[in-house]
């Protein structure tokens, strides 16, 4: 089956950086469509990033555009995420998600549910 390994939260300050890991098993890695989702206490899953598995197009939300960097290694079937000027309301679980391309990559990293497959999840804690 499917699987999905987040890791490289932590705990950073203001204006620091991390990258977040994706480690993908049990599907055909480079035919599908990547995502970065977060979720904050009390607030609804978001798309923060995702990329195309044909094109390689990616697609940042606004509030992290310029600052985070979506990126993926087909041949290591691991997908990255590089978040820079961290900010706190960056503070959140962050996810990644996976599923075949069913239309662009904007749209499906703007409703979540349409992706089936999903990792655990990887704490990533803004804070002075």
């Known amino acids: 089956q499917v699987q999905l390994v987040e890791s490289g939260g932590g705990l950073v300050q203001p204006g620091g950086s991390l990258r977040l890991s994706c480690a993908a098993s049990?599907?055909?890695?480079?035919?599908?469509?990547i995502g970065w989702f977060r979720q904050a206490p009390g607030k609804e899953r978001e798309g923060v990033s995702c990329?195309?598995?044909?094109?390689?197009?990616?697609f940042y939300a606004d509030s992290v555009k310029g600052r985070f960097t979506i990126s993926r290694d087909n041949a290591k079937n691991t997908v990255y995420l590089q978040m820079n000027s961290l900010k706190p309301e960056d503070t959140a679980v962050y996810f990644c998600?996976?599923?075949?391309?069913?239309?662009?990559?904007?749209?499906?990293?703007?409703?979540?549910?349409?992706?089936?497959?999903w990792g655990q999840g990887t704490q990533v804690t803004v804070s002075s």
């Open positions: 998600a996976a599923r075949s391309s069913i239309t662009t990559v904007q749209a499906m990293c703007a409703i979540p549910k349409v992706f089936p497959s």
């Open positions: 049990g599907l055909a890695f480079a035919r599908y469509t």
């Open positions: 990329m195309s598995s044909s094109d390689g197009r990616a």
